[in-house]
């Protein structure tokens, strides 16, 4: 068995590591709050009270760019669902496809 061994070095970043300066809105806010379990019923209150920490955040328009960057796939990042997420990559696509 391999045992392996993450230093400070080789240990994955933090997400929150790309906002340098800046500390994002959702740092003070309970991690589960974007990561709603499913998208109908009381989801739907969860998912607007995430965006209205993204709506707070000096930093949702690069959260939500990393996220788009990123291809996340699940939650709320800058302010934006994963169905409305999915959505602009599609309107997106259409445009370039359209050019």
Known sequence: M??????HATS???????????RPA????DPELHFPNGNTGPALLQIEEAK???RRCPLMESCLQGALERNEHYGVW???SEDERRALKRRAARSRNAA
Not at 12 to 22: M, Q
Not at 26 to 29: F, G, L, P, Y
């Open 2 to 7: 391999r045992t392996i061994v993450r230093t």
């Open 26 to 29: 959702c740092a003070e806010t």
């Open 12 to 22: 994955a970043p933090s997400p929150l590591a790309a906002f340098k300066g800046s």
């Open 52 to 54: 209205a920490v993204c």
């Open 78 to 80: 800058g302010g934006l």
